[in-house]
């Protein structure tokens, strides 16, 4: 299509949840929806830099499935984080091919906070790798990356699903998904990560309510009822992740065929 809206899509944090981001990009890429950019913070910033890396989605599911995630968090003297993260590392390595950001496929922008001046990074150059493990390093669980004087802790903690980032990079249409999405959810706390997880949810409440209204089109994957480090229920998550695109298709390819012009300035 000449002359169509530039697509950026924002995927948001919610640690095992955010597993439903690969359903979300399997329907867009089964229906043709072109994505210009991606915006990720989190496991959004980890599924977003390994689609713009050019890896199958498809290809992704069944990996994620067929593996024992647990074998990548290496316990660690706690004395900035209980997991060291070397080994999730290597994991990115190789599902990023080891790409720098200018090998990307598209533009990709990984969401992380800086401990030392408190404010959002936004990270768009240099390793791949290195930037995911930035943006998902979860305070307290993660050892932060230090870069540059900077102590660098998950994305979530100053903007948990990055419309922003996506809107200012020049997106006409913004399509987020929010994976903290809490459908009648009952909240258990049965150990340090459902505390530190449900304590990041309850900080940026707000910080969500002011950024839904920039999207374009909100996708809720119904994963409230999973538990932050449920990497085991693969195939449900990724499930919801369609479920709650595959409707929403004709919707956004309506969008497709609005010129730019029309759009910008809309918010």
């Known amino acids: 299509m000449e002359n169509r ?3 950026g899509l924002a995927l948001g944090s919610g640690s095992a949840r955010g597993l439903a981001h690969i359903g979300v990009l399997q329907v867009l890429r ?3 929806i072109p994505i210009d950019l991606v915006a990720g913070c989190s496991i959004g910033a980890m599924v ?6 050019g890896v199958d989605m498809k290809m992704l599911g069944k990996m994620v499935e067929n593996i024992d995630t647990k074998m ?3 316990i660690s003297y706690p004395r900035m984080g209980f ?10 390595s190789l599902l990023t091919k080891n790409k720098n950001f200018e090998d990307l496929d598209i533009p990709f922008y ?4 800086d401990l030392v001046s408190g404010q959002r990074v936004i990270i768009n150059e240099g390793s791949v790798t290195e930037a995911i493990r930035a943006s998902i390093s979860i305070p307290g669980v993660f050892q932060p990356v230090k870069k540059e004087g900077m102590v660098l802790v998950d994305g979530a903690v100053t903007d948990r699903l990055p419309i922003e980032v996506a809107k200012s990079k020049g997106s006409d249409i913004i399509i987020a998904v929010e994976v903290n999405y809490t459908h009648n959810k009952e909240t258990k706390i049965n150990g340090i990560l459902d505390v530190l997880m449900t304590s990041l949810d309850i900080m940026q409440k707000v910080q969500f309510d002011f950024a839904e209204p920039q999207a374009d089109i909100l996708l809720k994957p119904k ?6 480090q449920d990497f085991a229920s693969v195939k449900q998550l990724i499930a919801l992740g369609r479920a709650e695109t595959e409707p929403r298709v004709a919707e956004i390819k309506k ?13």
Not at 48 to 53: E, W
Not at 83 to 92: F, N, Q, R, V, Y
Not at 223 to 228: L, S, T
């Open 30 to 32: 089964e229906n043709d």
């Open 48 to 53: 977003g830099g390994v689609y713009a890396a």
């Open 83 to 92: 997991i060291a993260g070397e080994k999730i590392k290597k994991l990115l």
């Open 223 to 228: 994963v409230g009822h999973f538990a932050p």
């Open 72 to 74: 990548f968090f290496d």
């Open 255 to 267: 969008m497709l065929n609005t010129r730019p012009s029309s759009l910008r300035g809309k918010n």
């Open 5 to 7: 809206p530039k697509i």
């Open 110 to 113: 990984a969401v992380a906070t």
